[in-house]
Structure formats: C-alpha cells, structure tokens
C-alpha cells in the first residue's frame, strides 16, 4: 500500500496593476465571482458599477480632449467635437452615431464610455472638461458645429399638413423651400452688391 501523498500542485502567482481603486474594485469583484462562482449582492454591484462607469468616462475623456488638442486638424478631432457638443446640447447639435465608425477604436470606446457615463445624467460635460464651458464653446465655433434648423411648433404643425395634403416626403418639400427662398432672396442679394 502507498502512504506517500501526491505532490502538491504547483503554484501561480499573477500580478495585475490597475489604475484607480474603482478598477481594484471591479477586478476584485470578477474574481471573487470566478473563483466562489457567486456574484455580488445587487446594491455592492451597483456602487462598484457606478465608480467603474465613471473612471472608464473620467479616462474616455481625456482620450477625447488630448486627441482634440494634439491633432485638431484631423477628421476625428471635428467628430469628436461634434460628439461633445452634441452631450452638451442634443437638441441643438445633432449627431450621426455613424460617425463613430469612422474612429479609430480607442477613440470610439472612448466616446462610448463616456457616453455610458452621460446617460447617468450626474453632471454636464463642461463641467467635467479640462477646459470648461469656454473650451468647449470654442471648440464648437472653431469647428463649425452649427445648431440644426427646427420649426416653432406652428410652422412643424403647418408643414405637417402640408406634407399631407401634398403627399410628398418631408425632405423633397424642405428642399423645394429653400430653393425658393434661395432664389427670392439671392436675386435681391445679388442686386444689392451692384
């Protein structure tokens, strides 16, 4: 009969850094739950969710204003920009969410990260922006983020009706406004600079 014991089995040391004690936390919490395959209590993963959520913003931002400061004439930072104007001031500064294909992935996570952060809705971007509200409000006129048009409500009522009775497609009689407006307005101009 063997009275030896098996050896034991070898051990693994793994050091991981992380950056905030948010991400510690975070870390700490997967891994208790990889290991005891239980998850947290709702209300300890919800503030750990929370402190997550706002260091990956917290980061996602500096991302977003470093890439503005070091390369503004490049294409992503005027996406950026119109990305940040559009958190300030949806209503005003629209933005396509396509745009955020044409990120490169750190840039797109970033945005999306703190976009995770803004739904919270805790604070407004300016006030988390290296630069403030100044900064920003440059930015936006720097790069020519323009508010987009609306109606007041009588005209969209009207226009609505219009479209209607017409049966044409809200785009194909915008344009044909403008084209008239262009054409009453750009004959005077053109007059008026004789």
Request: aromatic content about 6%.
């Amino acid at each position: 009969m063997n009275t030896r014991l098996p050896p034991e089995p070898e051990k693994i040391q793994i050091t991981l850094t992380v950056h905030s004690q948010a991400q510690a936390r975070e870390l700490d919490a997967a891994w208790r739950e990889i290991v005891t395959g239980e998850k947290l209590p709702r209300t300890a993963a919800l503030e750990s969710d929370l402190e997550a959520i706002q260091e990956r913003a917290r980061i996602g931002l500096e991302i977003i204003e470093h890439a503005i400061r070091e390369h503004p004439t490049t294409g992503q930072a005027g996406r950026l920009v119109r990305f940040l104007a559009a958190i300030y001031n949806g209503y005003d500064f629209s933005f396509d969410l396509t745009e955020l294909r044409a990120l490169d992935t750190r840039l797109a996570s970033a945005c999306l990260d703190y976009l995770n952060y803004d739904r919270l809705a805790k604070r407004e971007i300016h006030h988390h922006l290296a630069g403030g509200d100044r900064e920003l409000q440059r930015w936006i006129q720097e790069y020519r983020v323009e508010p987009r048009l609306t109606l007041n409500e009588k005209h969209a009522e009207a226009f609505a009706k219009l479209m209607e009775q017409l049966d044409r497609a809200p785009n194909e009689l915008l344009r044909e406004a403008v084209d008239l407006l262009l054409a009453k307005h750009g004959a005077k101009a053109s007059v008026s600079r004789r």
